[in-house]
């Protein structure tokens, strides 16, 4: 499904749900991902000496980052900002 067709049909407010859906499910490995875990170990095993491959390291785990607040400003730091927005070629640090 490509991103133009997402967003056609899908409203915000599933869009969100869909993402809070995928948080959850991503870590829950399926039967399908086992098998390819265990497939991907014994390739491993094929090419080593070692016999005791573990599945566990072979497990992706996904996050994704979280939002950060944005810092509160102090009502100096929002008037030099805004003067600097305002008046780009003025300098009002200098005395």
Known sequence: MTLTDVMEKTSHRQYLLWMEWL???????TRTDWYLIQLTAEL????????????????INFSRKK???PKKLTAEEIAK????LLFPGIDWNKK
Not at 23 to 29: I, L, R, S
Not at 81 to 84: H, L, M, T
């Open 23 to 29: 948080d959850q499910q991503w870590n829950k490995p």
């Open 44 to 59: 491993r095993r094929g090419f080593t000496r070692a016999k005791n491959i573990l599945l566990d390291p072979w497990k």
């Open 81 to 84: 900002r805004d003067k600097a």
């Open 67 to 69: 939002k950060t607040e």
